[in-house]
């Protein structure tokens, strides 16, 4: 067990390190000028000069990546070039908001999916079936950029029951929630439901039902805990999808977390953020994957074992 | 029945796309004197904020996600089925190595790569495509690549090797056509996800500026004017959502078709 959790750990490192790496080189080698860009057009020479040394952008290519990686061991992302605040305090501040967002989403699709799922699966076939894989088919069919204007039309404009945006008012975070939540509660839905079909299939199963153990045993017990494997790893994959539709959940909702931050820097084109928040996001998804992994390794011992 | 609700839906969306070329710029036109107008006979979707006609603007934005649709599941999975179908036949290191790229994309948020990648490019039609093909290849190549493994050792190919017959001929000829099939799944969920991206990168003011439309960015416009105008934001929603879920139910057939053991189980 020690050596899996060594090896997932040196992964996740490399894997990061790969992932900063290209950040940092997509950033600095497409063509076009940041000082440029950042100065406007009637900017002076001296001006841009200063500012390109100022960032360190007049060194060699491969001198700042060194610089980079330097920081970032250090956790040092560099200065905001319109904040005047260094990087990593910025994050700090942002990220709780969007891990809090990421997190009551998980809650609201959990608690969507699982009834919708089981519900499903024990009638396959028949209309609560159909009824619930339609609506968890809508649930993926609708983008969450246009929900979350029908949500504060239905419940903001409307009923008058939660704010419009923003986070600082009790309950501001529901609707965003609630947004984020849905397309996830949608594909776990069928993901519980064909997997929990699938077990139900199984030899164990029938020998529970002959043993004559009770209804909620056999599904509670046996079928619903083998049918979680598979759903725990689409779990871990899709939160990485919660994280990229963060983004934009958040800019409709005006929520103060790393997505808002990042679309505003980059129309601010304050370059270090753009790159501070693309790798902390990346990071944060690259670690759950690897914790996915170790829970599912926990759950199933065959995998301990094989590896 | 739903199948033919999904089918037309479609034929709407390509339909609407071809009627686009026909309406042009006369959709962009601005007309001050008719701002934010609810639906009328005169123009029956209402008209946006500059009197711009909502529904020839829908059919404009019908053509910006049917065009980047196509162009992303076009070269994404041509681009995605050679790696995974070369890396699988030639084994060894290029394997290890493709796989390993092919890894590091996936441990990657697609949408905030194209993000990044759209937001450094600048905005424009051509790089919203660009960027969803660089994120896009990775499923084709994966799943061309174990499909190709199973292949790979099937008599047929292995009497193709003793007849001589150079490489490229079996990958097209004996390989290739045995993977349409689930190719062409995957490519059609890769539609649904190349519609919504798109939308999603105009929403975020990354993808097709104005005055060209897109579903995505008349969203984005429509909702500063939720209040006054709600049909800016509820017109180009569902046609957005129409297209994704008719997409997607097809999918579905066709993957559920596919699935002989579950075809057979059904009956």
Redesign the interface.
């Known amino acids: 067990m020690i050596a899996y959790l060594l090896r997932l750990l040196g992964s996740v490192i490399f ?1 990061s390190w ?2 900063g790496t ?2 940092f080189f ?2 600095h080698l ?1 063509p ?1 000028d940041p000082v440029a860009v950042m100065l406007g057009d009637w900017a002076n020479t001296a001006d841009e000069n200063a500012l390109r040394a100022q960032l360190g952008l007049d060194q060699p290519i491969l001198m700042q990546y060194l610089h980079y990686l330097q920081g970032l061991v250090q956790l040092d992302l560099g200065q905001s070039l319109f904040f005047q605040q260094d990087v990593s305090s910025l994050i700090a501040e942002r990220f709780p908001m969007t891990l809090q967002l990421a997190l009551m989403a998980l809650a609201i699709a959990v608690l969507i999916a699982f009834p919708l799922g089981i519900w499903a699966a024990l009638r396959a076939g028949l209309w609560p079936d159909h009824l619930s894989m339609s609506v968890s ?2 649930g ?4 969450n ?2 929900l979350g ?2 949500l ?2 239905f419940f903001s ?1 409307f009923l008058g029951w939660f704010p419009v945006s923003g986070a600082d008012q009790d309950y501001s975070w529901v609707l965003p929630a609630i947004t984020l939540g849905t397309a996830l509660a949608a594909i776990l839905a069928r993901m519980l439901r064909a997997s929990l079909l699938e077990v139900m299939h199984e030899d164990y199963i029938r020998t529970a039902k002959a043993k004559g153990l009770s209804g909620r045993l056999v599904y509670g017990r046996h079928a619903l805990m083998n049918a979680l494997l598979p759903v725990v790893t689409i779990l871990g994959l899709q939160l ?2 919660l ?3 963060a ?2 959940t958040e ?2 909702f005006d929520w103060p977390g790393l997505g808002q931050l ?2 505003e820097s ?2 601010r084109r304050d370059y270090p953020v ?1 790159q501070a928040c ?1 790798l902390v ?2 990071v944060a ?2 670690t759950v ?1 690897g914790l996915t992994e170790l829970v599912y390794a926990w759950l199933d011992p065959r995998i301990r074992i094989r590896k | 029945m739903l199948r033919y609700v999904s089918y037309s839906i479609i034929l709407i969306w390509v339909l609407m796309a071809a009627l686009g070329f026909w309406i042009g710029d006369q959709a962009n036109e601005v007309m001050l004197t008719q701002f934010l107008q609810p639906p009328d006979t005169q123009a029956l979707l209402g008209t946006d904020q500059l009197g711009r006609p909502v529904l020839e603007r829908i059919v404009l934005g019908a053509q910006t996600s049917l065009f980047v649709a196509v162009g992303v599941v076009f070269f994404s999975a041509i681009i995605g089925t050679s790696i995974g179908v070369y890396s699988a036949y030639a084994g060894g290191w290029t394997d290890r190595i493709i796989t390993k790229v092919i890894d590091v994309f996936l441990a990657f948020p697609g949408l905030l790569l194209a993000i990044a990648l759209a937001a450094i490019l600048g905005p424009g039609i051509e790089n919203v495509v660009f960027a969803l093909v660089v994120v896009g290849w990775v499923g084709y190549a994966r799943l061309a690549r174990a499909q190709t493994l199973s292949l790979r050792s099937r008599e047929h190919i292995l009497a193709a090797r003793t007849l001589a017959i150079p490489t490229w001929l079996i990958l097209f000829r004996h390989v290739v056509p045995l993977l349409l099939a689930p190719l062409g799944v995957e490519a059609t969920f890769g539609i649904a996800g190349a519609v919504i991206s798109e939308a999603g990168l105009s929403f975020l003011g990354l993808g097709v500026q104005a005055p060209d439309s897109s579903w995505g960015n008349m969203i984005k416009e429509g909702t500063r004017y939720l209040l006054v105008a709600p049909h800016l934001v509820l017109a180009p929603g569902i046609a957005l959502m129409l297209v994704v879920l008719a997409v997607n139910l097809i999918g579905d057939q066709w993957r559920d078709h596919l699935d002989v053991k579950a075809r057979h189980n059904r009956g």
């Open positions: 894997v790969i992932v290209l950040v997509l950033i497409v076009g088919l809508l993926v069919s609708i983008p950029f246009w204007p029908m504060i039309l404009l990485g999808t994280l990229g539709g983004v934009i800019v409709v990042l679309v980059i129309q753009v693309i996001i990346s998804y690259i994957n």
